[in-house]
């Protein structure tokens, strides 16, 4: 089996009394192992700087659930992010804007300032949830597809929980290669192809019927401001991603994906609850999603789907795809579970490994 991880890559960072510091190193170190030099920089400058920026390190330290599962280091660093596109970040301009290593000394004095002069637009962007929508994720979500196809070459109706402005959800618009397979629309300006570790992926056509999703707070691909807020969640010097995500973006203005605003629960019991055409597979995915909903939450979207198993058959199968954090979080997990009232009763299977943000995956596949 491949390594994909240190074993001590994310040990406890050394001793120390604050919370907001010990998340920062232990963020920094994932960046580290993930092959991010320049957003682990960013994360040990803040560990070294935080303390001393009044407001901002005030409301970290004392936040009120937990730092990792509410993505607070990830809110910090949108803020950051963004105030470099607008130009008012200052010395932070060169890490963000052109992706080139900052000494350690100035990098330091930016973040001060920036954490000081800027507190009040910080405070707002840890005021609201992560949102995120990388696009890269959904090469899981093909290779999936293309591994339930092999069972049974159906069209798929594609359901995403945690949609964001939805951008996966054009998946059929985007090139996709996996290892030696190619999917989807091979002339696309936006490409997924992530590093193929393992076993080799069935080739096959991926069919997606009809594609729509859900959000709590859904970001509106036709507003500036929403466009501006992604490409801020992105960490410095990730030229790759920032461009994927502007031909996404550019997709989407042609193709505008169908998001409705709601609780993914909610939602899920409704979409599962609704007729379902005979040959077709419904697909539910989600992506780095659980890790910010409720207990409650997670499993009222279990629960829903054991009311529609009772429901799935062979000709009306249903599939869940997640691409989450393991519950130890070291590794993000592709899970697929299959309901189709015979052979299959919904037990997750690992098919692969994956990068947080898509990078690479690890293919095991599903059992035959």
């Known amino acids: 089996m491949t390594i994909l991880f240190h074993p001590d890559a994310f040990a406890s960072p050394p001793a120390t009394a604050l919370r907001s510091v010990r998340q920062l190193l232990i963020e920094a170190r994932k960046a580290e192992e993930f092959g991010k030099p320049l957003a682990a920089a960013l994360m040990q400058a803040l560990a070294r700087v935080l303390p001393g920026a009044g407001p901002v390190f005030e409301r970290i330290e004392g936040w009120p659930g937990d730092l990792a599962s509410d993505g607070v280091i990830f809110r910090l660093n949108a803020g950051l992010h963004a105030l470099a596109l607008m130009g008012r970040a200052g010395g932070l301009a060169a890490l963000y804007g052109e992706g080139r ?17 800027e507190a009040d637009a910080l405070l707002g962007w840890l005021a609201h949830p992560t949102q995120t929508n990388e696009v890269a994720r959904a090469a899981g979500l093909a290779a999936a597809l293309l591994a339930l196809g092999e069972e049974a070459a159906l069209p798929c109706e594609l359901l995403e929980l945690g949609a964001s402005a939805g951008l996966n959800l054009n998946l059929a618009h985007y090139a996709v290669r996996l290892g030696g397979v190619a999917a989807c629309a091979a002339t696309s300006t936006v490409t997924l192809a992530p590093d193929w570790r393992g076993a080799a992926v069935p080739a096959g056509v991926i069919n997606i019927a009809s594609a729509r999703g859900v959000d709590l707070h859904p970001l509106d691909i036709g507003n500036p401001a929403d466009r501006q807020s992604l490409a801020a969640y992105i960490w410095p010097g990730e030229a790759a991603r920032a461009e994927r995500l502007r031909a996404a973006l550019a997709i989407a203005q042609h193709h505008p994906p169908q998001v409705e605003p709601g609780l993914a629960s909610d939602w899920l019991n409704r979409q599962l609850a609704a007729p379902q055409a005979e040959g077709v597979r419904r697909v539910v995915f989600h992506s780095m999603v659980l890790q910010y909903a409720s207990p409650a939450e997670r499993s009222a979207i279990d629960a829903a789907f054991a009311a529609a198993a009772t429901r799935a ?25 299959r309901w189709d009232g015979a052979a299959h009763h919904g037990t997750p299977h690992l098919a692969a490994i994956c990068h947080p943000y898509g990078e690479w995956i690890d293919w095991r596949g599903l059992p035959a």
Do not use: K
């Open 101 to 117: 290593q900052v000494p350690p000394r100035q990098l330091d004095t930016a973040l001060t300032d920036v954490l000081t002069m």
């Open 313 to 337: 058959s062979q000709r009306r199968p249903i599939a869940r795809v997640s691409v989450e954090w393991s519950h130890d979080r070291r590794a993000v997990e592709l899970r697929i579970a």
